[in-house]
């Protein structure tokens, strides 16, 4: 009997283990998720159609591969990362990322990976709390000017950027034929 009490603790607190592990990674999925969506590179992918249709669909797989990316490597080090993100953004977005953000949403995966890894979930729920403020706080891109934006510039008074014409006529004399040197070459005079 006792036996069997014991079992039962062990069984307990491993399903308590279990959903405490379960909680414990969706908070890293939500800490990726904070940094992937608080990066402006990708989010500028995503607004524009620049990973197509399922553009936002993939920036959500993008979540999971980096997790997994995580999970199946060890140790990784900053410039490792870089170059995942690096080739992820150029095969699902055909982006290339020149403006040196990399090295800081790796720094930042790194961060929340870390904070998972050393069990400082109350630290990560923090991180992930500030990050999703910042989220909200990003600059939005401008949608291109609707239908009805084009008619009201059209009905506007035009610019006076026309160039008037002079009173005389407008051709221009032809340029000389080109001239043979002495030496053999061709002179050949730029159109002006």
Known sequence: ELLLLSDHRLHRSRSTSMATSTAS?????DGIRAV?????VLQIAVDNGFGGVYGQQKADWMVDVIQQYFHDNTDLQQYEIEDFLSELMDQEFNTMVEDGS????SLR????????QQGALQ???HTVTTLNQNRSQRAKVTAPPTESDEESVNEAPAMECDVSSPSGSMTTPPPPPPQ?????WTLVRRKK
Do not use: A, I, M, S
């Not at 990674?25 to 999925?29: K, S, V, W």
């Not at 990399?102 to 949403?105: E, H, I, S, Y």
């Open 36 to 40: 992937l969506h608080t990066w402006p």
């Open 123 to 125: 630290q990560l729920q």
């Open 180 to 184: 043979d040197t002495e030496d053999g």
């Open 25 to 29: 990674r969706e908070l890293l999925t």
């Open 109 to 116: 995966l790194l961060q929340v990976f870390g904070l998972w």
């Open 102 to 105: 990399l090295p800081q949403v």
